[in-house]
């Protein structure tokens, strides 16, 4: 599948795809949201337009997650991934949907702003900024969400329930 690729000059122009070489699951996450775009400016008028799937520069960020030393994971960061005709698809107030990738087998993705890899106790250590709401708040207030990758998954806390 082809991804146009925003080119940002002094005038913004469409460019054709450069495909991600060979990484299943990030393919997987851009062809689902190629069909989420297509879907949601075609569905219920036959007549729209087909849109495109603008992935911009800086939309993949290698990075090692898992502490293996190889920067063969990925931060698929939706800030740059657009629907030629829905801009604000998967944009909003709490950000926009960050993937991230291990060994290009296994994913999972949060809503965030910005992003930053760092290391606690040696090991990489993901910080991403959310929504105010996910930290019992409102929506401008600081709020800093802490990810580790292990062989198993994703490591986060989660804030209790209310009374517990």
Aim: hydrophobic content about 40%; some cysteine; overall charge negative.
């Amino acid at each position: 599948m082809r991804y146009a690729i925003a080119l940002c000059c002094l005038l913004p122009t469409m460019a054709p795809a450069q495909e991600e070489a060979g990484n299943p699951r990030i393919d997987a996450i851009l062809d689902a949201a190629a069909e989420e775009c297509r879907i949601d400016v075609t569905e219920g008028d036959p007549e729209a337009p087909t849109p495109e799937l603008l992935v911009e520069p800086g939309a993949i960020t290698w990075v090692d997650l898992d502490g293996e030393g190889e920067k063969n994971d990925a931060v698929v960061d939706f800030n740059y991934v657009l629907c030629s005709l829905n801009y604000s698809l998967w944009h909003g107030t709490g950000g926009s949907i960050l993937h991230l990738v291990v060994n290009g087998a296994r994913s999972e993705s949060w809503t965030g702003g910005l992003w930053r890899l760092t290391e606690f106790n040696g090991l990489p250590l993901m910080l991403i900024g959310r929504h105010g709401g996910n930290c019992g708040g409102y929506g401008a207030q600081p709020c800093v969400q802490a990810i580790s990758v292990f062989e198993g998954g994703f490591s986060t806390v989660v804030l209790p329930e209310p009374g517990q």
